[in-house]
């Protein structure tokens, strides 16, 4: 695979561009050192590693010339100002929290090649028309309190206050937390911008996927990012004990749940959407234990809005009538009700214009994964670049990689995007 340049008329006139990729991965080492985990990359939101990996960005940040803040929702800001005072904003990021046991790229390689532009910019004195902003959202996953793009979400005026009463598993409120690694909470509604203040956002990610792999591209033009519905289901039963209730009249939470989790899977097969049961969580479980109660939880994707929607009602109805014939009760609790979004023709178009000029195949797709642009939506005109994962495409997993050499040519894409971009 050769390195291939991007030349652009602009470009011609903006200074050498170092080698990005190579840079950009000893970053992406550098900042998975943070970890709440000794064997593994966990970076969960406002962890003590979550403090010191922001810490880190804005000093990378600093370093590179950009006018840096850590605000009320632990977004790490880096801003690099127009000439123009009444220059508009592009907004270039992605996220820094992890899953857990994480790769170390997913979120971290689109702020990582978003702060090499914007050190590329500052250092060959490139000023532009409009003011670009790195931003580091500080949440996305959702892991510790079961929603996701709090960060983002807090940038794009559309942060939920009611999430601040929300509790972890060690029953630490999204308020509380916030206060202890020394935000400000009631701060938050002031990140908000206007739609007047943006004239577009753009994130960079790895493709969390084989298609890129398999068809042998660099990267690919995100057409939508698909609509995610995620719900927690609690089954209860009857405990009792194993070696003496016989199984026609038991009442098992956990045999209940192994249903629920291949309906869904034959589900999504036949009507060809994607859904996964992924937390299954035994409360008091022992080995000669029947299970009176069983957590889980359940993820379900489309880029069709009325797909998604008509499978979700039919789970759930499916769920209900798996507990009458079984004898247990199933509750379900929303905490994500996504929309699929569509990126931005006029950013999808440009995206695509640059990789022709590199020489490089066009390839469109869709994202089954939800990212920090989805809150922008609405807001201002989106757009995204997927950067092809090594590995057979795995992602949320010390497995993930990528090649320095397609980290290099999706930073240069961004490049020239940005110094080709028509922000009226």
Known sequence: MSQISVVSESQSAAGKTAAFGERIVR???RLATHSESADGLTCVFLSSAHVAVAKDIAALMTAGGLDVK?????NVVGRYRS????????IVGSHYDTVRDAGKYDGRLGILAALAVAEHLVQNEIRLPYNLEVIAFSEEEGVRYSTSYIGSSAVAGRFDPTLLDRRDANDISLADALHMAGHDPRAIPALARGREDLAGCLEVHIEQGPVLLTENLPVGVVTDIAGNSRILITVE???GHAGTVPMALRHDAVAASADITLMVERHCVQTGILGTVGRLFVPNGAINLIPGRCELSLDIRSSDEAVRKAAVRDILSDITHIAERRGVTATFTQVLDAAAVPCSVRLQKA??????RAGCAVRRLPSGAGHDAVMFSGLTDIGMLFVRCGNGGVSHSPRETVDARDVDFA????LDVLLNFNYS
Do not use: F
């Open 27 to 29: 970053l992406a080492d």
């Open 70 to 74: 850590i605000d009320a929702a632990a």
């Open 83 to 90: 000439e123009s005072p009444q220059a508009k904003t592009v």
């Open 237 to 239: 039963g009857v405990a």
């Open 351 to 356: 995206l695509a214009n640059s990789i022709s």
């Open 411 to 414: 930073t240069r894409i961004l």
